[in-house]
């Protein structure tokens, strides 16, 4: 007889096995990375478009693992939004953020807020304002020096969150809608809740100027973001043209290489050191 030697799938995907493989490592590793303290928060700087002064640091988590290797957020994070692992682990970068912050204007540094990211999965949880208020309350940093970034994916039930929202507003912590242009925000919602920066996704900056599409529509975000009075801030700026477009069309605030990598922890000491803080 026969013997039927292609049965079954004639080839194997191996590049899908090794992303499964490697999730599911990862999934693993997160809980003890954790306890091993192998995570740290990075600093990158906001800077005013019209003075470049320095308005603000935002907390971007960073994780070594011994085996492993230097692990992107863009990867680790989703996967511990899959396992709820999320609610642990922001609650880790508000404290270090808040701590740090904290610290920065005992030793004397200019105050400025610290921005911390906040997934939707986390603020979903039914403790989170609760969670924000008692970090506060233990670090003794005053509110009005932490600032949310929440992405428009959590705008998808708005009227779920207004609530929450407006309790952490009327504690003095400020919100901001990450990644601005990506989601589906409607103007209503804009409008309806208590969000006082609108973050432009990079995506947008990438093109312009050369591209005229991406300017104006860049225009118009901004130009909204105005009348509806939030102040407005470019993501990814990363060259000196960029700036000087988004400085002349009435951009509030830059981030981006342009001005800085996210830095260290000492590294960013150094910088409070040196700069013209807002
Ligand atoms: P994001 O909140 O939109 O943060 C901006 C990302 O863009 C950061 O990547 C930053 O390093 C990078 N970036 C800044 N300026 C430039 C630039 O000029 N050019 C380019 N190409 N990239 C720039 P990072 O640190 O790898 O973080 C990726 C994403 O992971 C973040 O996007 C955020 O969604 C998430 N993430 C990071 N830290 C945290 C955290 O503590 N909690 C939560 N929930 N998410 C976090
Ligand atoms: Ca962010
Ligand atoms: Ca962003
Ligand atoms: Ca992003």
Redesign the pocket.
Known sequence: AKIEVLNGPHYFDYYLLDKLLERVNIEKKLPRALTEGEFE??Y?PKIDAATRALTGL?????WNDPELGRI???SF?PIA?DTGF?VQ??EW?LWEACRTNKKWQDAGYPKLPIS????AV?FRHPHFVHMVKHVLEQTGLDPKYLEL?L?ESLINNPMMIKEKLDSLKEKGISLSL??FGTGYSSIYYLKTLPLQVL?I??TFIQETPSSQRDSSLLRSIIELGKSLGMTVLA????TEEQFKFLQEIGCDQI????YS??LDEQAAEQLLRTATCK
């Open positions: 928060l990075h990158q935002e907390a971007l988590i960073r992107s957020p863009a994070i939004e999320i682990l922001g970068v911390v990211n906040v997934s986390q970034e992405t990450d990644d973050k996704d990079r993501e990814g700026v990363e981030q981006g290489f342009y990598r996210p």
